[in-house]
């Protein structure tokens, strides 16, 4: 069973036994540290299960509200397709805080149990379906994510895999942000998605898409800067709720 619902302010479909990526911020034991960020394949069952769950997830999209998900109201779902699985990735404030940050992306990034399918509508990324772990099993648990979606359509066409570039998701919970890191270009390169604070952009405020321009990518952000940045907002939203960062 299915549940609409939020996640970074962003309309999702979840299966109604788990939500959890917004939880993955507060867990950090689901975390596991990862020396690189080279590129990765899913494994044959994640795959599996991204494959299997598509149908299902978009047999459950209203037809009035595909715009939000990314999708025209005339979209034939009998073409979508999905495209190369990116394995997300986080940020945990504790690796910012410790003396492990050196300026690398390496350095304070871990992977995350999660599997982020993006979904394909001819060459164009539409959504993101996410694939997790659950009792043994892989199963796809959401969809969605039509913001970011339209964000990594113009990662992948500045920085494509035919030009042997890999880009790799980001997450900071914690800041509501996603990024992107091009591990080709070297360890130091983090670059912010939508820009801070715009995770929650609804569907109706994205630009339409040739008013999109994938060059505002061809800059990459600076690891060292970006994490100086993100200290700053974490330690604000941290004095805000009355902890201590």
Same mark, same amino acid.
């Given at each position: 069973?299915?549940?609409?619902?939020?996640?970074? +302010?962003?309309? *999702?479909?979840?299966?109604?036994?788990?939500n959890?990526?917004? %939880?993955?911020?507060?867990? *950090?034991?689901?975390?596991?540290? =990862?020396?690189?960020l080279?590129?990765?394949?899913?494994?044959?069952?994640?795959?599996?299960?991204?494959?299997? +769950?598509?149908?299902?997830?978009?047999?459950?999209?209203?037809?009035?509200?595909?715009?939000?998900?990314?999708?025209? %109201?005339?979209?034939?779902?009998?073409?979508?397709?999905?495209?190369?699985?990116?394995?997300?990735?986080?940020?945990?404030?504790?690796? %910012?805080?410790?003396?492990?940050?050196?300026?690398?992306?390496?350095?304070?990034?871990?992977?995350?149990?999660?599997?982020?399918?993006?979904?394909?509508?001819?060459?164009?990324?539409?959504?993101?379906?996410? =694939?997790?772990?659950?009792?043994?099993?892989?199963?796809?648990?959401?969809?969605?994510?039509?913001?970011?979606a339209?964000?990594?359509?113009?990662?992948?066409?500045?920085?494509?895999?035919?030009?042997?570039?890999?880009?790799?998701?980001?997450?900071?919970?914690?800041?509501?942000?996603?990024?992107?890191?091009?591990?080709?270009? +070297?360890?130091?390169?983090l670059?912010?998605?939508?820009?801070?604070?715009?995770?929650?952009?609804?569907?109706?405020?994205l630009p339409?898409?040739?008013?999109?321009?994938?060059?505002r990518?061809?800059i990459?952000?600076?690891?060292?800067?970006?994490?100086?940045?993100?200290?700053?907002?974490?330690?604000?939203a941290?004095?805000?709720?009355?902890?201590?960062?």
């Amino acid at each position: 069973m299915q549940k609409e619902t939020e996640t970074f +302010g962003v309309p *999702c479909l979840w299966r109604t036994t788990t939500n959890r990526l917004p %939880l993955l911020g507060l867990v *950090c034991s689901l975390t596991l540290a =990862v020396n690189s960020l080279a590129a990765a394949d899913a494994p044959p069952e994640v795959s599996t299960a991204a494959s299997n +769950g598509l149908p299902v997830f978009l047999a459950k999209v209203p037809p009035a509200a595909r715009p939000l998900y990314g999708f025209a %109201l005339d979209a034939d779902f009998s073409q979508a397709s999905l495209g190369a699985p990116l394995l997300l990735h986080t940020i945990k404030p504790s690796a %910012l805080a410790s003396n492990q940050a050196n300026g690398t992306v390496s350095s304070v990034v871990s992977e995350t149990p999660l599997w982020f399918f993006p979904v394909m509508m001819g060459t164009e990324v539409k959504a993101m379906l996410v =694939v997790d772990r659950q009792d043994n099993e892989w199963r796809a648990v959401s969809l969605g994510y039509a913001p970011l979606a339209a964000e990594w359509n113009q990662v992948l066409s500045q920085w494509p895999a035919a030009k042997g570039f890999h880009p790799r998701l980001v997450a900071v919970f914690q800041a509501a942000q996603f990024y992107f890191t091009v591990p080709e270009v +070297g360890d130091r390169n983090l670059t912010p998605l939508l820009g801070p604070g715009n995770t929650g952009l609804s569907a109706k405020t994205l630009p339409p898409a040739p008013a999109q321009d994938s060059s505002r990518y061809s800059i990459l952000g600076n690891c060292s800067d970006e994490l100086d940045t993100l200290k700053t907002r974490l330690k604000r939203a941290d004095l805000k709720a009355g902890g201590q960062f």
